[in-house]
């Protein structure tokens, strides 16, 4: 619900779950609001989420289109993907990518 409400939120909290370190919620919700390139780099962000969870990456081209056109489905789509894998206090990164055959449906 967060994404559909305040996208600008989720952003910053996705980027937050992809690596500890980034406590920076405020910047996120800044880059979202005022980047005027703000598709490409959600197209980005998306990219380092597949990574993440062990799949390619895909072109930057579709990525961005995903962005632009289902922009809430797609933060709530990585927000899931990075909720099921969890996060490492110890480490402070992502941890235990999920075995590419539990990806598909």
Not at 56 to 73: A, N, Q, W, Y
Not at 85 to 94: N, R
Request: aromatic share 8%.
């Amino acid at each position: 619900m967060c994404a559909f409400a305040l996208p600008c939120m989720q952003y910053a909290v996705n980027e937050r779950d992809m690596d500890r370190r980034n406590d920076d919620g405020f910047l996120c919700c800044l880059a979202y609001c005022c980047c005027p390139f703000s598709c490409l780099l959600f197209g980005w962000s998306r990219g380092k989420v597949r990574e993440i969870v062990g799949l390619p990456r895909g072109s930057i081209l579709k990525r961005t289109c995903i962005h632009c056109f289902c922009h809430p489905c797609a933060l709530a789509q990585e927000a899931r993907a990075l909720q099921e894998i969890g996060v490492s206090e110890d480490t402070q990164y992502l941890t235990k990518a999920p075995d590419p055959a539990d990806m598909h449906r």
